[in-house]
C-alpha cells in the first residue's frame, strides 16, 4: 500500500477515533449546561476554527447549493446533536456509544438507497442483526440509563447518516474543509433558536468546561469532519462506514475506564452484535451499482481484487475556481 493510498484510511481512522471521545467530554459539559447551550457552544468553537479557511479562499455557496448547505447544516447540527446530547444526558457514555455503532449499517443502507451501491443479502442480514442489538441494549437496565435516552441517541443516527450523505455531493464541488465550514455555519445559526429556548447562556464556565466544549469543537468537530470529508472524498460511503466501528470502541472504553461505567450483560451482547454487523456489512455487504464508474479502490487499486470492499464510486464533479459563485 502506498503512502497516498494510505492517507484516506488514516484520516478517516483518526476521524472516528476523535468522535469517540465526544462521550466523555460531553458529560463533562452536561454537568453545568443544558443540551440545546452544549451544542451551540460546541459548534461555535468548530465553525470559528474552520470559516477562516473559506474566507479566505474567498470560498462561498453559488445560490443553486444554499438549499443544500443549509440542509446538510440542519441534519449534521441541531438534528442530530440535540437529539445525541440530549440523549446522553439520560444515559451513560459507553451504553451511547455502542448504540452509535448503528451507523455503518444505515450508513450502507443510505448509501444503497440514494448512491447508488447495492445492498446483498449478507447487508441486510446486517442491518437486521445490528437493530436487535439497539433493542438489547435500550431494553437492558443500568445504573444511570434510560429508555428515553438510549432512543434519544438511536434517532439521531439517521440525522447523522443524512447529513454524511448530502455533505458527500457537496465535498465533490467545494472541497472538505469548506464545505465543513459553510455547513457548521448554517447549523450553528439553525441551533440558536433551540438555545435561547433553553435560558440565559451562561458563559462564566469553569475551565475543564470550556477545555471539554473547545475539544469537542476543534478536535472532535471541525477536525474530524474534515478528516472525514477528505477520506469519503476518495473511497466511498460504505467502505468508509467500516472506519465508524471505532466511535463506538473508543467511547465504550472511555466510559468503563474513565467514568467507571459498568454495562451489563445484555448491553454487552447488544454492542457486540451492532459492530459485528458493522464489520459484515461493510466488508462484505455491499457492492457497487453497475453504472457507476470505476474511479479507484480505497488502496489505489484499479481493478477488484481479494478480501477488500471494492466499492466504485461516480466520476467526482470538478472543482470550481475560488471566484465561481453564482451572482
Known amino acids: 500500500m502506498t503512502s497516498s493510498a494510505a492517507l484516506p484510511i488514516l484520516a478517516l481512522a483518526l476521524a472516528n477515533v476523535l468522535w469517540g471521545t465526544t462521550f466523555l467530554l460531553g458529560k463533562v459539559t452536561l454537568d453545568v449546561l443544558p443540551v440545546a447551550h452544549v451544542v451551540l457552544l460546541r459548534f461555535t468553537f468548530a465553525a470559528l476554527t474552520l470559516l477562516p479557511f473559506a474566507l479566505a479562499k474567498l470560498r462561498f455557496p453559488r445560490r443553486r447549493d444554499l438549499p443544500l448547505f443549509v440542509l446538510t447544516g440542519l441534519l449534521q447540527v441541531p438534528a442530530t446533536y440535540l437529539l445525541q446530547v440530549g440523549g446522553l444526558a439520560h444515559t451513560s457514555a459507553s451504553s451511547a456509544a455502542l448504540i452509535l455503532g448503528v451507523l455503518a449499517p444505515l450508513l450502507a443502507l443510505g448509501a444503497w438507497r440514494f448512491a447508488g451501491e447495492r445492498l446483498s443479502r449478507l447487508g441486510w442480514a446486517a442491518i437486521a442483526t445490528s ?29 447523522a447518516v443524512g447529513g454524511l450523505l448530502f455533505s458527500q455531493r457537496l465535498v465533490r464541488s467545494y472541497g472538505p474543509a469548506i464545505t465543513a465550514a459553510w455547513t457548521l455555519t448554517a447549523g450553528t445559526f439553525l441551533t440558536l433558536p433551540f438555545a435561547l429556548l433553553s435560558g440565559r447562556l451562561d458563559l462564566h464556565l469553569a475551565p475543564t468546561v470550556w477545555a471539554a466544549l473547545a475539544g469537542l469543537g476543534i478536535a472532535c468537530t471541525a477536525l474530524t469532519l474534515v478528516l472525514w470529508n477528505w ?72 481493478r477488484p481484487g481479494a478480501g477488500i470492499p471494492l466499492i466504485a464510486r461516480a466520476e467526482p464533479t470538478p472543482s470550481t475556481s475560488p471566484g465561481d459563485h453564482d451572482d
Open 131 to 159: 437493530t436487535l442489538g439497539v433493542a438489547l441494549i435500550v431494553r437492558s437496565p443500568g445504573p444511570g440509563r434510560t429508555v428515553l435516552g438510549d432512543g434519544l441517541v438511536f434517532a439521531s443516527t439517521f440525522a
Open 231 to 302: 477520506g469519503v472524498s476518495r473511497t466511498s460511503a460504505s467502505f468508509a462506514g467500516v472506519f465508524v466501528n471505532l466511535e463506538p470502541v473508543v467511547g465504550a472504553l472511555l466510559g468503563v475506564l474513565v467514568l467507571h461505567e459498568r454495562p451489563g450483560a445484555l448491553t454487552l451482547l447488544g454492542g457486540g452484535l451492532i459492530s459485528g454487523a458493522a464489520v459484515l456489512v461493510t466488508r462484505w455487504g455491499t457492492s457497487a451499482h453497475p453504472q457507476t464508474v470505476l474511479k479507484r479502490t480505497p488502496f489505489g487499486s484499479t
